[in-house]
């Protein structure tokens, strides 16, 4: 299986400022045949079912703010949310969907400071 | 509006049984790969198990394998889960997932349903 690790773990962003999370898969996810990445990102907030964000590692799923963006290539990924609001309070996952079984990282909170 | 309303979570005794079904609507259930995903406060987000357009192909976590078994009604827009031999740590909140035709990623989750598995 494709092992997926996150970090940090939780991080503390002021309003307004950068929240950068880590993503690191274990084998690349790149697939050659279609030059993209297996790659997406998910938030889930408390009490709601978790949504899409990003999908082949960059591309945002439609009505999700642009201050979310997604990069990396291969094993190593990031997603930035820029001007951090108090809506955006959530975990947020990365997924591989290169293999099966489809994993997901552990996870990374981000709040307010 | 794509809507996934799950049902059937309940407390169930380790080694009882449950079934899990899932009520699509707002699209063409028929021609979207199905999934069930699970999320425990330790363990996060885990996959469970897929199932393919017509109900051919279907894929498991190597925890659940013979113990569980997806299946779906595409005349009833419906998908299911049947689980046996329940244990604890399969305590968790169940989503019922549909899987992107252009997108590789999970791009419509239900509410979820809880299933509590304990004596």
């Known amino acids: 299986d494709i092992v997926m690790t996150q970090s940090p773990d939780s991080l503390a962003v002021s309003l307004g400022e950068r929240a950068t999370i880590n993503c690191k898969s274990s084998q690349s996810v790149f697939h050659s045949l279609n030059n993209k990445n297996y790659l997406a990102w998910y938030q889930h907030k408390v009490g709601q079912p978790p949504e899409l964000l990003i999908y082949?590692?960059?591309t945002r799923e439609s009505g999700v703010p642009d201050r979310f963006s997604g990069s990396g290539s291969g094993t190593d990924f990031t997603l930035t949310i820029n001007s951090l609001q108090a809506e955006d309070v959530a975990v947020y996952y990365c997924q591989q969907h290169y293999g099966t079984p489809p994993t997901f990282g552990g996870g990374t909170k981000v709040e307010i400071k | 509006e794509v809507q996934l309303v799950e049902s059937g979570g309940d407390l169930v005794q380790p080694g009882g049984s449950l079934r899990l079904s899932c009520a699509g609507s707002?699209?063409?259930?028929?021609?979207?790969?199905m999934n069930w995903v699970r999320q425990t406060p330790g363990r996060g987000l885990e996959w469970v198990a897929s199932?393919?357009?017509?109900?051919?192909?279907?894929s498991y976590v190597d925890s659940v394998k013979g113990r569980f078994t997806i299946s779906r009604d595409n005349a009833k827009n419906s998908l299911s889960l049947q689980m046996n031999n329940l244990r604890a740590d399969d305590t968790a909140v169940y989503y019922c997932?549909?899987?992107?035709?252009?997108?590789?990623?999970?791009?419509?989750w239900g509410q979820g349903t809880l299933v509590t598995v304990s004596s």
């Open positions: 707002g699209f063409i259930f028929s021609t979207f790969w």
């Open positions: 199932i393919k357009q017509d109900g051919s192909e279907t």
């Open positions: 082949w590692a960059s």
């Open positions: 997932v549909r899987e992107g035709i252009v997108v590789a990623a999970f791009d419509y």
